[in-house]
């Protein structure tokens, strides 16, 4: 019997069994503090307060990496603006894009990052390829150019911006 056991049932059957001393009334010594234990119950167990942490293979994020629209709708833009970042193609360049014989007014990054290429107003538009809708990007050199997706048989709209009218007048 360990010592926890011993002092708890003293009340009654181990004082009739002769295993403890009495000294009055109130005081009651138990014979088995006085020996050593002997046995598996000689070493005091202690438990934890609390459960051990474990561990996870989860607790790791990557920040944003800020996709979406940079330019609104009507907005200006000169060459070098991002428009639009993205993964993956949800929206494509507009007219005379990635053509290599146009002037391009949109162009397409590695990673898929739509950006202008002439200076003008942004344009978000859907334009029919097949039985597939996409949404498309065009930069309009006007600022009442609303006309997107363009008819392909008639003459596109140039931009002059790279001339120096200037130097003409001089002339």
Same mark, same amino acid.
């Given at each position: 019997?360990? +010592?926890? @056991? ?6 009654? =059957?181990? +004082? =009739? ?8 009334? /109130? ?5 088995? *503090? *006085?020996?050593?234990? #002997?046995? /598996? ?7 934890? *307060? ?11 994020? /990557? ?7 940079? &330019?609104?709708? !009507?907005? %200006?833009? #000169? ?7 993205? @993964? ?7 007219? =005379?894009?990635?053509? +290599?014989? !146009?002037?391009?007014?949109?162009? +397409? ?11 003008? %107003?942004? @344009? ?10 996409? @949404?498309? #990007?065009?930069?309009?050199? &006007? &600022?009442? !150019? %609303? =006309?997107?997706?363009?008819?392909? !048989? ?10 120096? %009218? *200037? &130097?003409?007048?001089? #002339?």
């Amino acid at each position: 019997m360990s +010592l926890a @056991r011993i002092t708890s049932g003293v009340s009654g =059957n181990l +004082l =009739n069994m002769g295993m403890c001393l009495k000294f009055g009334k /109130s005081s009651i010594i138990p014979l088995a *503090t *006085t020996l050593p234990l #002997i046995g /598996s119950d000689s070493m005091q167990k202690r438990f934890a *307060t609390k459960r051990s942490g474990g561990s996870t293979k989860n607790g790791r994020d /990557s920040a944003g990496r800020r996709l979406g629209a940079k &330019k609104a709708q !009507d907005e %200006y833009v #000169i060459p070098g603006n991002i428009i639009m970042r993205q @993964r993956g193609t949800k929206f494509h360049p507009g007219e =005379n894009a990635k053509n +290599l014989f !146009d002037f391009l007014n949109v162009g +397409l990054g590695k990673d898929h990052t739509i950006y202008a290429l002439a200076p003008g %107003y942004v @344009r978000f538009h859907k334009q029919m390829f097949g039985n597939k809708e996409k @949404r498309m #990007i065009s930069v309009a050199l &006007k &600022k009442d !150019d %609303y =006309n997107f997706p363009r008819n392909a !048989d008639l003459p596109r709209q140039r931009g002059f911006f790279l001339i120096d %009218y *200037t &130097k003409e007048a001089q #002339i």
